[in-house]
């Protein structure tokens, strides 16, 4: 389900007003592959609501460069939203989640591996109304970069026989 952001907050609020305990993460997912998958699966463990800030396309371009999305905000917002993990979608222009975080203040909030609390600077936001931070473990070897960089040689491997 896909949630304006003026909405966010009052959702959240409700869960948790009925006991649910949220857990946040947010990302670009822009070709979704297993590592995602395998991520929104393990993030969603760690308590009965997952939220997903979802970059917007304006701020996947501003984090990876000009050539990305590859998919639009619309198109990989249905898609995650599909899963089973994620129970609802929001999407936000900024280049890091600070200010949705503030809105959804999750109980978990839940990043990759790549990151520490000191490079997390949400991490902060969440420690400061007592909320936990979790880390999960990356798939190796599973990136959009590397399906993106795979698809580039395979073109240019036809392009060379031709």
């Known amino acids: 389900m896909l949630l ?4 966010i907050a009052d959702f959240c609020r409700i869960l948790r007003a009925g006991g649910k305990k949220i857990v946040f993460t947010n990302g670009c997912f822009d ?12 993030a969603k463990a760690f308590g009965d609501v997952l939220v997903l800030g979802l970059n917007s ?3 996947v371009r501003a984090n990876k460069g000009p050539s990305r999305p ?3 905000e619309m198109d990989r917002a249905e898609v995650v939203g599909a899963l089973a993990s994620v129970d609802a979608v929001v999407l936000f222009d900024e ?12 109980d ?3 990043k990759g591996g790549d990151y520490t609390l000191e490079t997390l600077p949400e991490a902060k936001i969440v420690q400061s109304y007592g909320g936990r931070v979790e880390f ?3 798939v190796a070897g599973r990136s959009t970069t590397n399906v993106i960089e795979k698809i580039r040689a395979e073109v240019l491997t036809e392009k060379d026989k031709s």
């Open 70 to 72: 590859i998919n639009s």
């Open 4 to 7: 304006p952001q003026k909405d």
């Open 136 to 138: 999960v473990s990356l």
């Open 108 to 110: 978990v909030y839940v």
């Open 31 to 42: 070709i979704l592959h297993a590592g995602h998958v395998r991520y929104l699966e393990k």
């Open 57 to 59: 396309d304006a701020s």
């Open 95 to 106: 280049l890091t989640a600070e200010s949705i975080i503030a809105k959804v203040r999750p």
